[in-house]
């Protein structure tokens, strides 16, 4: 059972323009939301975190947005540079769990086109 | 700064082998500890957890193990492998004793092929 959901396998985008990267979860308890960055043969490197008692949060070129009612997540990179081409996974914990204990999803492929 | 060290990374098995992989992280005390897989166009797979030494919790129910015999060493082990075992296992730790809501820092993984 997939809570955390990332329905694009994959999205290119033009260098200098906005990456929009979305992850769905089914899990009304989920609580804190991360993003990661994977390079091939490598391990993920966290990217950005966000609190359900916020909307935004925003780090640099990275913004990642909660929308509670719908369940929904959101990367958005501005501006998108090649070195930004990577696997993106979207993650998420519940609180009533131990061990500090996060939920992936399957990661979406982001191609930045020169 | 806390590092996490991981091998070897990458690993070729025939089927029925042993396996074990070693994970250890510098730099912090007690931190909880993961094991992960993820399998080819899959996300990542909590196969193990650990919250100190000795104390491990089990995901997925599988032929595979973890034991966790000193606070910043987490090793995953299997008596027999299984072609169903490839793919690329990933440790990961996060600050101990803090509460939930801390990231999970990654190491870069060992790919696994099972021949």
């Known amino acids: 059972d997939q809570q955390v959901k990332q329905n694009s396998p994959s999205l290119s985008v033009q260098e200098g323009r906005i990456s929009i990267l979305n992850c769905d979860y089914t899990n009304s308890m989920f609580d804190y939301f991360l993003w990661y960055k994977k390079y091939p043969a490598e391990g993920p490197t966290f990217l950005i975190s966000?609190?359900?008692?916020?909307d935004k949060n925003e780090d640099g070129r990275f913004t990642v947005f909660l929308n509670k009612s719908a369940k929904h997540l959101s990367l958005h990179i501005v501006p998108s540079q090649p070195g930004d081409s990577a696997v993106y996974f979207c993650?998420?914990?519940?609180?009533?769990?131990?061990?500090?204990?996060?939920?992936f999803g399957t990661g979406t492929s982001l191609t930045v086109i020169p | 700064s806390q590092t996490i060290h991981q091998w070897p990374a990458t690993l070729v098995q025939p089927v029925g082998s042993p396996l074990s992989l070693e994970c250890t992280v510098e730099?912090?005390?007690?931190?909880?500890l993961y094991w992960y897989r993820q399998a080819a166009g899959r996300g990542l797979q909590l196969l193990f957890y650990?919250?100190?030494?000795?104390?491990i919790s089990s995901e997925v129910p599988q032929n595979l193990s973890a034991s966790r015999p000193q606070d910043r060493q987490f090793i995953l082990s299997s008596k027999k492998l299984l072609l169903s075992d490839s793919g690329f296992y990933l440790c990961?730790?996060?600050?101990?004793?803090?509460?939930?809501?801390?990231?999970?820092?990654f190491g870069d993984g060992t790919r696994l092929s099972i021949l």
């Open positions: 650990s919250v100190g030494i000795g104390q």
């Open positions: 966000i609190s359900s008692i916020k």
């Open positions: 993650a998420a914990s519940d609180p009533r769990g131990t061990g500090n204990q996060f939920y």
């Open positions: 990961a730790w996060s600050r101990g004793g803090a509460g939930a809501n801390q990231p999970q820092h």
């Open positions: 730099g912090t005390s007690n931190p909880n």
